[in-house]
């Protein structure tokens, strides 16, 4: 067996993060280039992309980027032939592109969680897959954000937490047949986080209700984590090696609660469901962030601080309202 990571295993590095123009994403790639790493950012928008880029290149990191679609078949091959032409092998892969779905079940369709599938399993199934060979040729470092929707199945979240539990149990098999050849494989499961995400998310149902619980729970100081003491955490358990990490005391106080009373964690969560907003009679379909902030008449100072982040994660800004 390999022995455990020694912080600052991963400085002078080659680094692939997927979807890092914004968000934690960016926040991770930000970390690495702090660390000594060279940066290789993927995202499907090429100007948010060319400006992350820049933004690391500006700090003196090594740093490329490609714009792609990650749920392309073809998409790994681009992304693996980019690390290559520009830094060589590929050392730690960062799997953390996502969509965050909201709304409740009557207004969700088949298609939304294929789409969630698609971004949060089977495109990350395929990277990886692409990548081992690097991976194991240099004892590398994989890193799979998942979330404690992956353990526990948080209402009006139905998409995002059915494909965070199968990302769940793919980065602890991986974990588990990975170790015989030195790979190290770090599953993350973060609770709420001050990205911004808000304002990323897609609503259903009724858009302007579902923005509100949303984005005050992801703006909650007490009930949410600042970004950067996220990514350095994240980092820090990929570095030393740690199989899985969960971030946030809310998350973990739930995942022990789960884990000693299941049913009654479940029984929570049905009264939890209660409490929230119904789908309407004409529900609407995945409605952006920004947008669904202006159906919304939760007061501004509310999300104050999550704002506040995605301006720094170059999060698109909510709509005044």
């Given at each position: 067996m390999t022995a455990p990571r020694r912080k600052g295993r991963l400085r002078g590095r080659t680094a692939l993060v997927t979807g890092s123009s914004r968000g934690l994403g960016l926040q991770l790639a930000r970390e690495l280039a702090g660390r000594g790493c060279r940066v290789v950012l993927?995202?499907?928008?090429?100007?948010e992309l060319a400006a992350a880029e820049a933004e690391l290149r500006a700090s003196g990191a090594e740093a490329a980027s490609v714009a792609c679609d990650?749920?392309?078949?073809?998409?790994?091959?681009?992304?693996?032939?980019?690390?290559?032409?520009?830094?060589g092998r590929l050392d730690v892969l960062v799997n953390n592109a996502g969509v965050i779905q909201v709304g409740p079940l009557g207004a969700l369709r088949e298609e939304d969680f294929r789409e969630a599938m698609e971004t949060m399993l089977f495109a990350p199934l395929r990277l990886t897959l692409a990548a081992l060979p690097d991976l194991r040729a240099g004892q590398g470092t994989l890193v799979n954000v998942s979330s404690v929707g992956g353990r526990i199945a948080a209402p009006h979240l139905l998409p995002y937490v059915a494909a965070k539990f199968a990302s769940a149990g793919l980065s602890e098999g991986l974990h588990a047949e990975l170790a015989q050849d030195g790979v190290r494989v770090t599953t993350v499961l973060p609770g709420l986080m001050r990205t911004g995400s808000h304002t990323a998310a897609r609503f259903h149902g009724r858009p302007g209700a579902e923005y509100s619980w949303f984005a005050a729970a992801a703006s909650m100081p007490l009930l949410s984590m600042d970004a950067g003491r996220a990514a350095r955490a994240i980092l820090r358990?990929?570095?030393?090696?740690?199989?899985?990490?969960?971030l946030t005391p809310a998350a973990k106080a739930?995942?022990?609660?789960?884990?000693v009373a299941p049913a009654t964690t479940t029984r929570l969560l049905g009264l939890a469901a209660r409490t929230l907003p119904r789908a309407g009679d004409r529900p609407?379909?995945?409605?952006?962030?920004a947008a669904a902030a202006g159906r919304s008449r939760l007061p501004g100072w509310a999300t104050a601080l999550g704002d506040r982040a995605g301006r720094r994660l170059h999060q698109e800004p909510p709509a005044a309202g």
């Open positions: 993927c995202a499907r928008g090429a100007e990650l749920t392309d078949p073809e998409a790994p091959k681009l992304l693996l032939d980019t690390v290559h032409r520009y830094f358990a990929a570095e030393r090696g740690r199989a899985e990490l969960v739930a995942v022990r609660l789960h884990g609407d379909h995945a409605v952006p962030g």
